[in-house]
């Protein structure tokens, strides 16, 4: 019992970064069988997972119909970044308020691996440019605050991979190095009028755009993220 339970989660986080990094994209099937295979894990396992995933917006879980990732429609798109930008005010506020030296060193730090993959590797990118607003959350203290923008800013990968047109990730560099610059000299103005320009901009290239009619195999896509377990 106890080793099933914790097994569940490598598979979570797994379903979790590919649905992130956008290759799982809206509307794939997530067949039980063919993951609990690919991670050597019983189907309970996997729907333990899946019904995770589906309270958090990123898989759409169906009775009798199975799971698939999720498909936001442009009104959610609208209305999750409405409050994401929200969100966002209150973290550079909260930041702006603090000793800015160990935020600035740690954003610093993530700043140097985005421009690391910037022109190498397109999907941990795209994962790195998420994960600096959740970092930002994440160095206010507040674990809700941080729970609150981690959810959405995964919504929002889901959101630009069903709408957007490119990733734009010389963009984002540029638009956090701004952000950071801000914290430094604790100029919340500054700070929340950069980040608001930033989520406009990625809003903004979150266009509609036709169907991928590329098929994937959900195996063979997961099998990049199964971690040995010894």
Known sequence: ??????????????????????????????????IGETFG????????ALVRLDAEGLVDLQPNRGASVAVPTIEEA?????????????????????????????????????????????????RLAGEFHILLAELTGSKILANYVNEIVSRCSLIMARFAQAHSA??????????????ADRDAERAIARMHRHLHGVQDRALLKPDDAEKNNVSDILARYVTPND
């Open 1 to 34: 019992m106890y080793k099933s339970a914790t097994r569940s989660f490598p598979v979570y986080d797994s379903l979790r970064q590919a649905i992130i990094e956008q290759a799982l994209k809206p509307g794939v099937k997530l067949p039980e069988d063919s």
């Open 41 to 48: 894990v019983s189907r309970t396992t996997v729907r333990n």
């Open 78 to 126: 609208h209305d999750i970044f409405e409050m994401r930008q929200c969100l966002e005010r209150e973290v550079m506020q909260r930041l702006c308020a603090m000793d800015p030296k160990p935020i600035v060193k740690a954003l610093r730090a993530h700043l140097a691996e985005e421009n690391k993959y910037l022109h190498v590797d397109t999907t941990r990118s795209i």
């Open 170 to 183: 010389k963009c984002g560099l540029d638009e956090h190095t701004e952000i950071i610059a801000a914290i």
